[in-house]
Structures are given as structure tokens and as C-alpha cells.
T-cell receptor
Framework: GDSVTQMEGPVTLSEEAFLTINCTYTATGYPSLFWYVQYPGEGLQLLLKATKADDKGSNKGFEATYRKETTSFHLEKGSVQVSDSAVYFCALSVRYQKVTFGTGTKLQVIP | GAGVSQTPSNKVTEKGKYVELRCDPISGHTALYWYRQSLGQGPEFLIYFQGTGAADDSGLPNDRFFAVRPEGSVSTLKIQRTERGDSAVYLC????????????FGPGTRLTVL
């Protein structure tokens, strides 16, 4: 079945540090890939997505590139802020039906 | 515009009781999904509706769980004979179908079974 594996947290970074959260997937079919974010006390929000190989999704300074050859979709940001502190979920969906999520990575950014 | 809404936001019940959780999707979204998120985990798929019918209910854990969407808009997730292991946050999402649109999530209902 479909699955997503992402690096375990928590990840603690100083403000302005570089962020990478690794994500790999297995899927039957050709999935679309997503990063969702859950800020403290809030619901899940779509951060970015990519629908085909070599696509780069980007939003709010975050980027992720769909790598079919390595089945990966790593999340990166060049300079994190305290306001980026949240839980980040890598996810996939085949034919826009059910979304399969990873276990989440908690990011804490300290001033 | 209004997002996905879920009621109640919190529900505390006793083991063995029956509960209903409601989801009101974004207007015009024909697809509706239920997920369950346990503490420290990612959401897990329960059921997907396309219009009034359940297109995929493969994630429902057992026959104590049932969901309906009688008019193709609001949906209700029903849990019979609740168990302590049912305690989780139940999330609802909706999307347009037939496009490359994504799923938009509600704030969830936190269910606690004592």
C-alpha cells in the first residue's frame, strides 16, 4: 500500500538557520505530493504541492521538489523564523482521493 | 469564504456510549473525507464521499463506525459503543472533484472516551 516516511523530530533550529525535512514515499500509481503544516492550536493547512516529476512546489519561502528517481519530496527553507514553529506533514494522494500522511515532524525555531 | 467547519470542537463521552460528529464542507465541494489523528501521529483516512455515496470506506476500522451524507453536503460520522481507543481528533476535509484541487481541512473534533 501507499506510505510516507519522514524524518522524526523534534527539530530545533536557531532563527535564520537552514531547514531540511526529509520525506520519502512508496505508492501504487503516480501520486501527487504535498506538505501540510499544523500551527499550534490550528488546523491542517496545505503548505505546498507538486503533481508530477521534477515539479517544484513553493510557498512562504519553503520549497520541495518531486524526485521520482529517489521517491523523495524533501522540504527546505533557507532561513527559518520563529513563526515557522509547527508540525510539518509530508503526504501523498493518488488520483486526488484519500491522502496518506507521514507521522509529522515538529519544528521549533528559537530566537 | 467560509472554510470547513466541524462540530462539536470537543466531545467527552463514556465508554459504551454513542456519538455523532458533524462536518460542514466548503460550499460547492462535492468530495468529503473523514480522517482520524491520534496523538503524535499523522491523520489516517477513514472514508471518502463523492456526493451522497461513500466512494471508499476502506479506512473505517470496524462496524462500530459509520458515516452518512444524505444530501451531498453535511456529513455525520457516527460511532457506536465507543471504546477508549477511539479517543483522537477526527478531521474532515473537502475538495472539488475533477480538478487538481486539494483537500481543505476543518479544525477537527477532539473525542475523548473515558
Amino acid at each position: 500500500g501507499d506510505s510516507v516516511t519522514q524524518m522524526e523530530g523534534p527539530v530545533t533550529l536557531s532563527e535564520e538557520a537552514f531547514l531540511t525535512i526529509n520525506c520519502t514515499y512508496t505508492a501504487t500509481g503516480y501520486p501527487s505530493l504535498f506538505w501540510y503544516v499544523q500551527y499550534p492550536g490550528e488546523g491542517l493547512q496545505l503548505l505546498l504541492k507538486a503533481t508530477k516529476a521534477d515539479d517544484k512546489g513553493s510557498n512562504k519561502g519553503f520549497e520541495a521538489t518531486y524526485r521520482k528517481e529517489t521517491t523523495s519530496f524533501h522540504l527546505e527553507k533557507g532561513s527559518v523564523q520563529v513563526s515557522d514553529s509547527a508540525v510539518y506533514f509530508c503526504a501523498l494522494s493518488v488520483r486526488y482521493q484519500k491522502v496518506t500522511f507521514g507521522t509529522g515532524t515538529k519544528l521549533q525555531v528559537i530566537p | 469564504g467560509a472554510g470547513v467547519s466541524q462540530t462539536p470542537s470537543n466531545k467527552v463521552t463514556e465508554k459504551g456510549k454513542y456519538v455523532e460528529l458533524r462536518c460542514d464542507p466548503i460550499s460547492g465541494h462535492t468530495a468529503l473525507y473523514w480522517y482520524r489523528q491520534s496523538l503524535g501521529q499523522g491523520p489516517e483516512f477513514l472514508i471518502y464521499f463523492q456526493g451522497t455515496g461513500a466512494a471508499d470506506d476502506s479506512g473505517l476500522p470496524n462496524d462500530r463506525f459509520f458515516a452518512v451524507r444524505p444530501e451531498g453536503s453535511v456529513s455525520t460520522l457516527k460511532i457506536q459503543r465507543t471504546e477508549r481507543g477511539d479517543s483522537a481528533v477526527y478531521l474532515c476535509a473537502s475538495s472539488r472533484v475533477g480538478t487538481t484541487d486539494t483537500q481543505y481541512f476543518g479544525p477537527g473534533t477532539r473525542l475523548t472516551v473515558l
